[in-house]
Structure formats: C-alpha cells, structure tokens
C-alpha cells in the first residue's frame, strides 16, 4: 500500500493487544502546546487504517520542537467493537528538541491496559 | 513524584481538582481519595513525571503522565500503578 501523503517525521501504530489485531479505525488527533497561551492547539485529526498506522500526521516544516500531545478516541474504539475499557481515550504528551529525527509513538492497547514508548 | 486525581465534571466538562499527594520511598501514595468522595465518574491521574527526571539531571521524552480513567462501580478498589522510564511508559488496571 503507497501513501501518496508526504513523509511524516512523526508515525503511530495502535495495536490492540487483547485482540491481537491493529487498532484499525481508530479517531486521533494530533495538538502543540502554545507556550505564549498555554494552550493545547489542535494540529491534525486522523483516522487509523486498517494497519493501524495513520500516515501524513504532519508535515516536517510544522513539526517545531515543543510540547505535543497524540490523543487517541480509545472508548469509542471499543464500544465500536461492542467492549466496554477503563480508559475514556489515551493522551500522550511528549516533548520535541530536535525535529530533525523521526518519532514513532506506538500505542499498544487493551481493554485494562495500555504501552508507548518512544520509537523511530 | 509529585501527582493530582482531578474529577471530570460532566455538567460544566471541566475538571475539578480532588487531591494532589507525592509518592513515598515505594512509589505509593496512600490515602488518595475517600470512599464518598470516590464517586462515579470520569478520573485522571497525573504524574509529574518530567520534574523527577530533572531532579535526577536527566531529560525526559514525557513531560508529564496523564491517564484518564472511567469509574462505574465505586464499591472496587481502583490501583492505578505506572511503570515508566525516560522512553516509554504503561499504566494498567489493578486492584
């Protein structure tokens, strides 16, 4: 499958991990920090595909260093497949110096637990 | 670390302040919440996990550790323990 979307320096990957599937259609949205406001600025809402990956996140001229943060609609995702979890949705804030590197932020997902780790 | 237990307000969609506590030598923090406090609703737990890192002269990838968390039946006891590491990190649900 080719993206036609050019390259992102930031990926994902949700993995549903008591399924054993990617996480696939699963909304997400991508927001920076304004430091000057102190508030959360919406940059990209996504959809995962079926591979659980969401390519096109953002471009590299847009991804400054700053404070980011992946939110992912983790309860609507499991009431889509008729579960009830714990978590309402997973937010994961982290922190951008060097926006010349690729960031991979998987997420791997249950319905009473979940993992990221910072990847590339 | 320093961490907060605000309440989400479903009226106003405004999080409301319940506790802030700082775990002890074994990572704990008892005496977190009331059980008629301990309503349900929807939860975060956030954990200043940035500010340890510094105060040990490392750098972080995560400022901060939120985790948003549902509550129905309020009767349970909830743990919500965090592993974490400068890279990567995994709460799940305990009891």
Redesign the interface.
Known sequence: MSSTLPDSPLTTYVLNTGDGVPGARMALSLHRLDSLLVIWKLVTVGTTDEDGRCPGLITKEAFKPGMYKMRFETGQYWESLGHTSIYPYVEIVFTITNHNERFHLPLLLSRFSYSTCRGS | MALSLPRLDPSTSLWNLLTTGTTNDDGRCPGLITREAFTPA?YKMRFET?RVRESLGE????????????ITDHSQKFHVPLLCSR???????GS
């Open positions: 929807v940035g750098t972080s990838f995560y400022p901060y550790v939120e985790i948003g968390f549902t890279f990567s990190y995994s709460p799940y649900r």
